[in-house]
T-cell receptor
């Protein structure tokens, strides 16, 4: 399985601050997905990016796929306590291969 | 969005017994389903890939005789943990891939072996 390096692993910020989570690999991915997971629940898909350089926005969340399709970032603007959770990036080398996950970023937004 | 269900959500069993976990895609057909395991405060680790009508493909280090996977239909895959031991206690999550190659995850099953 290919390795996805996700950073930071832990992040604690104040409400209203901005933050960026990074996901990097030496491998090229056909698609990369971002998930959010609450304790005791399964991951919930936030976004899928497939084109190099692609940028997608979901309210205050901005997702970017690197030009070479080896890296991605998640930027949250004006974080809120409701954003607290585990954020996971996951990539597939091809359409037939399973998703492999980064180690996750545990975000805590303090009111 | 696509919905994947898992049953049971929680199970407690005694050491040496077997436990079956079901994974269903509710509103789409999934020729491929995946089983992941997640330890506390860690990410998801792929255990096996389950293809409808054929044998599952297991990741390195996962015992296929201990974790039996059956994918009998396009909407159902099962994972049976045989002769469970306390070290098998974990959060098991399945996912199903739709025809657009997007993976959707179930809510997970918390297994506790006493």
């Amino acid at each position: 399985t290919q390795l996805l390096e996700q950073s930071p692993q832990f992040l604690s910020i104040q409400e209203g601050e901005n933050l960026t989570v990074y996901c990097n690999s030496s491998s090229v991915f056909s698609s990369l997905q971002w998930y959010r997971q609450e304790p005791g629940e399964g991951p919930v898909l936030l976004v899928t990016v497939v084109t190099g350089g692609e940028v997608k926005k979901l309210k205050r969340l901005t997702f970017q796929f690197g030009d070479a399709r080896k890296d991605s970032s998640l930027h949250i603007t004006a974080a809120q306590p409701g954003d607290t959770g585990l954020y996971l990036c996951a990539g597939a080398v091809s359409g037939n291969t399973p998703l492999v996950f980064g180690k996750g970023t545990r975000l805590s937004v303090i009111a | 969005g696509a919905v994947v269900s898992q049953h049971p959500s929680r199970v407690i069993c005694k050491s040496g017994t077997s436990v079956k976990i079901e994974c269903r895609s509710l509103d789409f057909q999934a020729t491929t389903m995946f089983w992941y395991r997640q330890f506390p405060k860690q990410s998801l680790m792929l255990m096996a890939t389950s293809n409808e009508g054929s044998k599952a493909t297991y990741e390195q280090g996962v015992e296929k005789d201990k974790f039996l996977i059956n994918h009998a239909s396009l909407t159902l895959s099962t994972l049976t943990v045989t002769s469970a031991h306390p070290e098998d206690s974990s959060f098991y999550i399945c996912s199903a891939r739709d025809r657009y190659y997007e993976q959707y995850f179930g809510p997970g099953t918390r297994l506790t072996v006493t």
